[in-house]
C-alpha cells in the first residue's frame, strides 16, 4: 500500500466514490471529512496575530489563607501586558453548577494544589510563562485534608459551610427487616480511584472586546448558557452583554461541563482588562492539575438475598470524596445512590450518600456520572451472592432484573421500555456464557475467568427543575440549516440530528448542516450532558422537523391539487403516492415557498416536567427515561505477576431505538474502552494533595494493544420521550466495565477484589494476600 504518498485530493475522490457507493450514509460521520484532513479549526487554531497569551499561576499549597499577593516583580517582566488578581474582578467572584462555592481567582483562601491566585497576561506564551513564575504569593499554611472521612468527622474547615458538601438518601420498604428476611448477608467495601477524563483536546477559551464593550468568547465547552451565564456574572453591569461560541471540541466526556465557567471567565477577564482579544489554553499538566474528576467513592454495602436467589434488602453507605469544589458533586452522588442496587428488583432499600469537601483537586462531572462506582459495588456483591448460594450468575441476575411493571429503588414504576431481559439473552449468546468459555489447559500460572454486569442509566438533568432542549430547523438556498444549544464534542450529535431531519423530510442529496451553539443565535437547549443530547434535543428537533413538514406540504397540497394528508417527503422529492404525475423536487417546493412569503424556519422545544424527587423521603420518580445494558468481560490473570489481559468483551445496549448505528456502536466501543482504562489502569496518585501523575508518561489510558474483540449489541426497547423511541447512549457504555471486568477476575480467581483499578501490583497483592489467608 502507498497510503503514505496519497494526497488530500486523492482522499477526496475515494470519498466521494464511496460516499456515491454507499447510499445508506450510515457509516459517515458529518464532521469526520474535515477532522481527518486537519481542516477543523479548533479554539487554539483561531487566534489572531494580536492575541495575547493568558497564563495563570496557581496555588503550591493544598489549604491556606491568601495573605497578599504580589505582582510588582511580574509586571516587570518583558512582554507581560497586566496581572490579575481577584482584586480585579468587576462582578462575582464564584462560580458554580449549584453551589457558587469555586472562585475564578482565590480571595480569601486556596483550597487545593492548583486553585488559581492570578492571571498574567502578555504578548508572548513564554513571556506569561516567565510572569507567572515571578508572581509572588504570602500564604498562611492551614491544616489540609486529604481524606474524606477524616474531613467528615470536622478535620479542617475547608468552607465555612462545613466540609460536608451533600447528603442524600434513597429509601424503599424496610431494610432492617429485609436484611432479616434474607437466609445470607453478603457484606462488603469498596473503593474506587479517581479518574482523569484524559480528552486529546486541553481547555480553551478565546476572547474578544467588540466595539460596544461587550465580549465574545470562543472555546471548547458542553453547556454555552451556563457559560455566557457564569461570565455574565463574573463581568458584571460592567460589560453590556456576553456571547458565548462553541468551537469543535476535541472531547469532554464531563470535564467540559463546568471548568468552562473559569476557563471562559479568565479569558472574558483578560479581554475586558486590556481591550486586547486574549488566549487561555493549557498543557496537559495544568489541565489535569485543575479540571473536575471522577468521584473516588468508598461504598459499604449490605445484600441480603434467599437461598432460591431472591433479593431482599440493599443497605448502602456512599463516602465520595468532592475535592476542594463542589462542582457536579451533589448531583453525581445522586445518581450513584438512585443506581446503588444496580439493575435489579429489590424490595427494601436504604442507600446513604455523603460528599464530603477535601483539599485536592475537584471532582465533578465524567462520563457515568456516578454510576461506574455504585455499579461496581453492586455487581461485584451480586456475584459473591450467587456464588453463596450456589447459583448461575446470570441466572442469579435475570431472577431479580427490572422488567416492565418493576419498581425501582426509589419507587419508580418502569411503565415501559425495559430491554434488560433481551440485553441479558443476547450477552449470554454472543459471550458464549458458560459454555464456550476456553478452559483449553492454560499454563499452570495463568487463569481464566468470565464476569457479567448490567447497568441501569437514568438519561437527562433529573428533578433538577425543568428539562428543556430546543432546536431550529431552517431551509436556505438549498440546503437545510439545523441549530441548537447543545454542542458537538466528538459524540456524534450531529451525524444524529442531520439524520432526524433527513428521514421526516425524505432527504437524501440535499445538503444538510448543523451548526455549533452561538449563544446569539442559538436557543438555550440546556447544557449537553446526561446523555442528553439525542435522546432529549433530538425531540426538540423532530418536533420543529414535523411542523416544518406540515407548512411545506400545506403548499405542496396546493401545488399538486391534493391533500395534505397525501403529501409523500421522499428521496429529496415531494409526491404523491401512486400519482406519477403528481410530483416536485424539494428544491422546488422550497423556491415556491420563497415566492409566497412563506415562513421557512421552526422552532421546537422538549420541556420534561413530570419528574419529582422528595428529599427527605428518599423516593419519587427522578428520571423519564432508562437505558438497560449487559455486558460480559472474559479475562486472564496471570498469578505470577497479577497482569491481567482481556480475551474478549460483549456489549449488549438497550438506548430504545437506534438513530444512527455507526455513531451509536462507536459510543458503546468508546465507552467500554474508557472503562476497560478505569478498570485496569487509570488513577490519579495525589501526595498530600500533589498529583504525581499530571502527564500520559504516568497516567496510563488504555492503547488499542490493551483493548480485545469488543462485540457491541444493540436492543431497542422504543421509548415514549425520545425522538423515534431513542434513549440515551452516550454514558451507559462505561457504566458496568469495571463490574463485569472484576466479575471476571473473580471468576478466575476464586476470590473478589474490591478496590480498582486491577494493575498488576493490585491484584499480584490480593493473590498472595489470599495466599497467606488460606495458610
Ligand atoms: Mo456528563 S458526565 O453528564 O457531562
Redesign the pocket.
Known sequence: MRWTTQTTEDLLQRFAAREAADSSEDLRRVDALDKVLGRTLYTTDLKRADVLYVRVARSSCPHAVLKAIDASSASRVPGVVRVITAADIPGSKNFGAFVQDQPVLCYDKVRFIGDPVALVVAETPESAEGGVRAVEVQYEKLPAVFDPKESLSGKGMIHERGNLLDRTIVSKGDVTRGLEEADFVVSGTYSTPMQEQAYLETEAALAQKETDGSVTVVGCM?APFVVEHAVKMVLGSAVPSVRIVVAPTGG???GK?DAPEGVCAMAALATHLTGKPALVAFSRQESITFHPKRHPMVIERELGVTKDGKLTAVRERIIADGGAYASLGPRVLFAAACVATGAYEVPNVFVEGLLAYTNKVPAG?????GKPQALFAAELQMEEAARLIGMDPARFRMRNMLRVGSTTSTGQVLKDSVGLEECFMKAIEASGWRVSRDRSDPPANVRRGMGMAALIHPTGLGPVGVDVSSATIELTDGSVVIRSGLAEYGQGIHTGYAKIARRVLGLKRTRVTVELPDTAVALDSG?????RGTAMGGKALLIATQRLKQRLAAIASDLLSVKASEIEFEDDEVLVAGSPGKRISFAVLVAECKKRGVLLKEEGWNRITDTNWDREKGAGSPWVSYSFGVHVAEVQVDTETGKVDLLNYVAAHDSGSVIAPAQFKGQILGGVVQGIGYSLMEELLLDEGRIRNPSFLDYYIPTAADVPRITPILVEAPDEYGPFGAKGIG?PPIEPVAAAIGNAIFDALGFPIRTLPFTAERVHEAIAAQGEERR
Not at 365 to 369: K, L, N, V, Y
Open positions: 458542553q469532554a466526556f464531563g461541563e462531572a465524567f462520563r457515568g456520572f447544557p449537553t450532558v446526561a446523555s454514558e
